[in-house]
């Protein structure tokens, strides 16, 4: 009688071990499943990433051009995608970003020139550069002002503005064959277009001229040619300047302000328009003197408020008239036109030494 149930408990114990064992087969079986779905899935993924087009596909030059002027980047992608475009390997995005396009810098205001010692010698040089002859006596010889060629107290971009000629030096000048400062430059300045002498360095006048000038420049960056920092560089004319070209410019465009002999226009003491050539206009050292820096000055700001009206060739034309005439010799001569043009002047851009009209050039106001 001990024997039957001896057989059931054994029987039993079989049965659960089997049905553990099953349960034990369909958790290595369920997890063998869900890793290979895993796996599967992801590879399936990394295909379909692979393989489709970009959440924003960039632009090649057809699409770029197919886009609507002023158009944003959002809508020209969406047209890409719709029309079932597809970047091609290697090709060039329309809209990569290309060389950004600098504008003119902005100088700080007048009335933005601080108080205290800083400032008395910031508007000290800004008082030097409007009414040179008054306020820099004994290094002027003309009756220029600074602030004719270098046009609104020296903020104007094209006009060889104060800001842009800080920032550039000290540099190479092929004038002097030497690396100059900006304290030389000003010397030079004063020397040449102001007919005069140079002051001495470190005077009281160059101090103001060159704190002034450096804060003309502040927020720019040192070393970098700004955009419009000095005078706009022509290309060659198409036909050669013509003096007579250049006269019938001048007469329609330039006398009424200049005077018909280019002696300019005065108002009791004060010289309201520069004179262009004669006793009281820059010399032949001067860089006004050179034919591009004419030319580039006059396209860009003359008859003045109106830059950028006469032609390119108009423009050389009256470069070539006014500096054809004559004016102070270059404070380098020596003692012979001819061998002081060899030396300083010889270039096409310079009339010095030049027979022009029967005349030669270059022997100075007597």
């Known amino acids: 009688m001990n024997q039957h149930p001896s057989s059931a408990e054994q029987t039993e114990r079989e049965e659960r071990r089997e049905f553990a064992a099953l349960q034990w087969f369909a958790v290595v079986v369920t997890l063998i499943v869900v890793i290979s779905a895993l796996v599967i899935g992801r590879q399936i993924g990394e295909e379909v990433q692979n393989d489709a087009p970009p959440l924003h596909p960039a632009r090649t030059a057809t699409n770029s051009a197919e886009a609507p002027a002023g158009g944003s980047t959002k809508t020209a992608s969406a047209s890409a995608g719709s029309s079932g475009a597809v970047p091609q390997p290697g090709a060039q995005a329309a809209s990569s970003p290309g060389p950004v396009k600098k504008t003119a810098f902005a100088p700080p205001a007048a009335d933005q020139i601080p108080e205290g010692p800083m400032g008395d010698v910031i508007r000290q040089g800004e008082q030097i550069f409007l009414h040179t002859g008054a306020n820099a006596k004994g290094f002027v010889g003309n009756t220029l002002n600074c602030v004719n060629c270098h046009l609104d107290a020296g903020r104007l971009a094209n006009s060889a503005p104060l800001w842009g000629a800080y920032l550039s030096y000290p540099a190479y000048r092929s004038k002097t064959k030497s690396v100059s400062t900006f304290s030389e430059r000003l010397r030079g300045c004063f020397m040449y277009s102001m007919n005069g002498k140079a002051p001495p360095d470190g005077h009281e006048v160059l101090v103001a001229l060159e704190t002034y000038s450096y804060w003309m420049a502040k927020g720019a960056t040192v070393g970098e040619k700004l955009p419009g920092s000095g005078f706009v560089k022509l290309p060659a004319p198409e036909k050669t300047a013509d003096y007579a070209r250049g006269k019938a410019v ?74 054809s005439q004559e004016r102070p010799q270059d404070p380098r001569f020596t003692g012979d036109v001819a061998s002081t043009r060899k030396q300083f002047h010889d270039t096409e851009n310079s009339l010095y030494g030049t027979m022009v009209n029967g005349k030669l050039l270059g022997q100075g106001i007597r």
């Open 250 to 323: 001048y007469e329609a465009q330039c006398a009424l302000c200049h005077g018909a002999n280019g002696e300019g226009q005065r108002s009791g003491d004060v010289q309201v328009f520069p004179p262009l050539w004669g006793a009281q206009s820059y010399n032949w050292g001067a860089g006004m003197a050179d034919l591009h820096n004419a030319a580039g000055f006059v396209k860009a700001n003359m008859p003045l408020s109106r830059g950028n009206t006469l032609s390119d060739q108009q423009a050389w034309d009256v470069a070539q008239f006014i500096d």
